[in-house]
């Protein structure tokens, strides 16, 4: 499905992906995590080309899209679904239309469009407000209306780069709800950068760990938590260890003292 071989990305001086080697099989979804400045979001947006990489391959069903002339990239990204941080709606325009927008001015009939985009809303749970615009909307329905955007053309490889990261966090739920049903209904391959640690242990086939823009260590999501072979690993290990106390305590009614 999805091949990355020796990515590189650099700014000027600065090494932001060194050398990073990754390989996503259909259907899976691998789950990116690392702490902040690692790399993770810069290497979701050289998947396809938001960001130009500086060296490497990428090869996407058989095609390398780091080759493609500017035109076959906008053919080829029709098929690859991107949800951002930020929702990035038209403020003047409903739910429906922002949905739309992108299929009409790709070409597509506007009664074909609307369909797709009346699909898209309704898997994730907008069916009721395709005429709402984005100020009556509140962040986790606004960026389920980024995701509804994405899905629209049913893309075979959705990237996920931070989408919680924008939402207050009693609306990351909402949110995270879509896109673990997405995982479990959909026959869509997803590759999700994320900090969010419920999400990735109970939704990631696989979970890819990132430092200084290397990856430093993969495997199943119980593998790398409880057992890390690496210093981010570890930190994530003592951070559910101290998650779980926390509950524990709270369960218990334990007398927390400062």
């Not at 050289?46 to 990239?73: D, H, S």
């Not at 409903?94 to 369909?115: F, I, P, Q, S, Y």
């Not at 938590?225 to 509950?247: C, K």
């Amino acid at each position: 499905m999805l091949q990355i071989a020796n990515l590189v990305k650099k700014y000027g001086d600065k090494t932001a992906v060194d050398g990073l080697n990754l390989h996503v099989t259909h259907g899976e979804t691998v789950v990116i995590m690392g702490p902040s400045g690692c790399g993770k979001s810069t290497t979701i947006r050289c998947i396809n080309r938001l960001t130009e990489p500086t060296a490497g391959e990428l090869i996407f069903q058989g095609v390398a899209l780091n080759q493609l002339a500017y035109p076959e990239l906008l053919q080829v990204r029709k098929r690859i679904g991107f949800v951002f941080q930020q929702f990035n709606l038209v403020r003047r325009l409903t739910a429906l239309e922002n949905v739309m927008l992108g299929l009409v001015t790709g070409g597509m009939d506007k009664e074909e469009a609307r369909v797709l985009a009346n699909n898209a809303l309704a898997k994730v749970g907008m069916g009721k407000y395709v005429l709402q615009k984005p100020p009556e909307l509140s962040g986790g329905q606004q960026q389920r209306v980024g995701i509804a955007r994405a899905l629209a053309l049913e893309p075979e490889l959705m990237l996920w780069d931070e989408p919680t990261a924008s939402l207050d966090p009693i609306l990351v739920r909402e949110v995270l709800d879509v896109m673990e049903d997405l995982s479990k209904t959909q026959n869509i391959t997803m590759v999700v950068v994320t900090h969010e640690l419920p999400f990735a242990l109970h939704v990631a086939d696989r979970i890819v760990l990132m430092d200084k823009g290397k990856v430093v260590e993969e495997g199943l999501p119980q593998q790398v938590f409880s057992n890390p072979q690496s210093h981010v690993g570890e930190q994530y290990r003592q951070l559910i260890d101290y998650q779980l106390n926390m509950t524990e305590q709270k369960i218990y009614g334990k007398r927390i003292i400062a």
